[in-house]
């Protein structure tokens, strides 16, 4: 997307002539903004809600692991806390129900 904006920047700096630096800023971020919203969700065609971040791992189970007496999961190699209504244990295995925040509400 950034590429698409300073694309968009110097399109328009080659056809204005001597345009202020500040519209080319301008139009880019505007180009990048605009293009990081609609684009991932023109190619998304599976027909359900388009989930980013944390909320794509919804519906996962994954294994607790308990670490400093922190609940945790592990995530794409990434360790993440973890919550639940119900007393956790190590090596139980969980499925992410939601979040709230950054911390995975686990059942």
Request: net charge neutral; hydrophobic share 50%.
């Amino acid at each position: 997307m950034i590429a698409l904006g300073c694309l968009a920047a110097g399109i328009l700096a080659y056809f204005m002539g001597d345009v202020w630096h500040w519209y080319q800023l301008a139009l880019c971020l505007i180009v990048v903004a605009v293009g990081s919203f609609f684009v991932p969700r023109l190619f998304h065609t599976t027909g359900t809600p388009l989930q980013m971040g944390l909320d794509e791992y919804i519906g996962q189970e994954a294994i607790i692991k308990i670490v400093d007496g922190t609940t945790k999961i592990t995530l794409g190699g990434v360790d993440r806390l973890a919550k639940s209504d119900t007393e956790l244990s190590e090596g139980q295995k969980v499925t992410i129900i939601g979040r709230n925040g950054t911390i995975l509400i686990v059942k």
